[in-house]
């Protein structure tokens, strides 16, 4: 107990530090940046009618940070802005407000928002989801202090903790046989931030494996499953009611969904921003078989992990299918944002309670931080955060260093490389100017980097779910 209030307090002192360095966009007029996307979303959810949010008017310029969440972070943001200081959120008056009260406030509403729920998901989610107990303040603290977290929400300013909150809720409800509850809290998530459609595949075929497992072929599918889809069907309608009622629901899915936008912004760790100095899609493709493409080659990355799910329904296998199925939509789908690697690596940290081998599994975990904080680079750079970045990757890295004396010498030397590449890189990009006709090169080979390393751990972690033992329903109904 003392080890887990320790390790809350450390979370909430580190929350509290990261107020004080620049968000996203601070200071960068006219768009500056996410915190100012959030703060605007406030502004025109306190002072619209709601069928107005998603639609371009004379009050609401799409082009200046038009909404482009679903419903659920609507409601939020209108929460937010409700009870805030009126002059942080006054119509168009407010716009590029950084005055100290509203950084002040707009950071708050980050941190009560993971006391509220993201703090509680991640111990019900350890806690549901077992393994050795010893190992329960380990997983708390990757969950409560994961980098990419912090660095996001608290430093370039976002709210990935509520979305992700729900999913381990979800995770949590499903080991626990509460298919229909599991499934809307996923849905919630979606609803809150639509990338979480990341984490769906996994979901969906857990719950049909699981349900036929326990109650057969017909009564699995055709009174659980479809619960579940009531359930979601439900909640969705409820949530977009507002604007179906009144022949608006299109403004809200165009707006969820831009997919004018291209095949990724900036240069992302992915395969196809990884791939595009030498086979660029846009060039062979027009932009509708450039999504099929993108469609394709995704659900064939995670469908070979959902069947597998599917046949053998086990916690375990299901927690790795989640990864898989969100490292799939980072590595190959359209849209795909740098800050998207959060997705896939914060619930991952589930997976370290399982294996037998305690030190390499915690080894390999802070490898693939350390990896995915690297990716964010150019990002953090660019908002101005090389402090926080640093201190990251330095205690990333001695952390790693101080396991690898207790690992095998194969993911010791594995991490070990990493971090010579890595430094290897920086010193690139510092020492080294690129050539004037290809100004990007250093993202590009940084971005190329990560992207090795996430396409082996998609093998591996396929590798390690296929592993996983089958279990009977009876076996099963007691390791729960």
Wanted: glycine letters at 6%.
């Amino acid at each position: 107990m003392l080890t887990v209030l320790a390790i809350i307090t450390v979370s909430l002192l580190i929350k509290t530090a990261l107020f004080f360095h620049p968000h996203s966009g601070e200071g960068k007029p006219p768009m500056y940046g996410d915190f100012e996307a959030q703060r605007h979303w406030m502004e025109i959810t306190n002072h619209l009618p709601i069928q107005d949010w998603y639609r371009n008017t004379t009050d609401n310029d799409l082009q200046y940070w038009g909404l482009d969440y679903p419903p659920l972070t609507a409601y939020h943001s209108w929460l937010m802005g409700r009870i805030g200081p009126p002059s942080s959120f006054a119509l168009h008056n407010s716009r590029g407000l950084e005055d100290p009260t509203t950084k002040r406030y707009m950071r708050l509403t980050v941190l009560m928002s993971d006391l509220v729920l993201y703090v509680p998901s991640a111990f019900c989610a350890v806690r549901c989801v077992g393994g050795p107990r010893d190992r329960h303040p380990m997983v708390i603290a990757f969950l409560l202090l994961s980098p990419l977290l912090l660095l996001i929400d608290y430093a370039h300013f976002q709210y990935n903790g509520v979305s992700i909150g729900l999913v381990l809720l979800s995770a949590a409800a499903l080991v626990k046989d509460k298919w229909a509850l599991g499934a809307g809290l996923c849905m919630a998530s979606v609803l809150y931030k639509q990338m979480s459609l990341y984490y769906t595949p996994a979901v969906f075929f857990f719950v049909v494996g699981r349900a036929v497992q326990h109650a057969g072929f017909a009564k699995g599918i055709f009174v659980h499953v479809a619960l579940c889809g009531f359930v979601v069907i439900g909640l969705t309608a409820l949530c977009a009611a507002p604007w179906t009622m009144v022949g608006r629901g299109t403004d809200v899915i165009v707006r969820m969904f831009p997919v004018g936008r291209g095949l990724y912004e900036d240069k992302v760790s992915n395969v196809w921003c990884s791939l595009s100095p030498v086979l660029k899609l846009g060039s062979l493709f027009g932009p509708p078989q450039v999504l099929l493409v993108c469609v394709a080659t995704t659900a064939l990355s995670f469908l070979p992990s959902c069947v597998h799910v599917m046949r053998n329904p086990t916690p375990r296998a299901f927690l790795h299918c989640l990864v898989i199925s969100s490292f799939s939509f980072f590595l190959f789908s359209y849209q795909v944002h740098e800050k998207s690697i959060l997705i896939p690596v914060v619930p991952a940290a589930l997976l370290v309670m399982y294996p037998s081998e305690r030190y390499d599994a915690l080894l390999q975990y802070l490898h693939l931080l350390l990896i995915a904080t690297f990716s964010m680079f150019p990002l953090l750079r660019k908002d101005r955060l090389l402090g926080p970045y640093v201190v990251a990757m330095v205690t990333l890295t001695y952390l790693g260093l101080l396991v690898r004396r207790s690992a095998s010498w194969t993911v010791g030397a594995l991490f070990s490389l990493s971090v010579v590449g890595i430094m290897l890189l920086h010193g690139l990009e510092y020492g080294v100017s690129p050539p004037a006709r290809y100004p990007d090169l250093h993202t590009v080979v940084q971005g190329a980097f990560c992207c090795g390393h996430f396409l082996i751990a998609q093998v591996g972690l396929n590798i390690c779910q296929r592993r996983e033992k089958p279990l009977s329903v009876k076996t099963s109904r007691k390791r729960d």
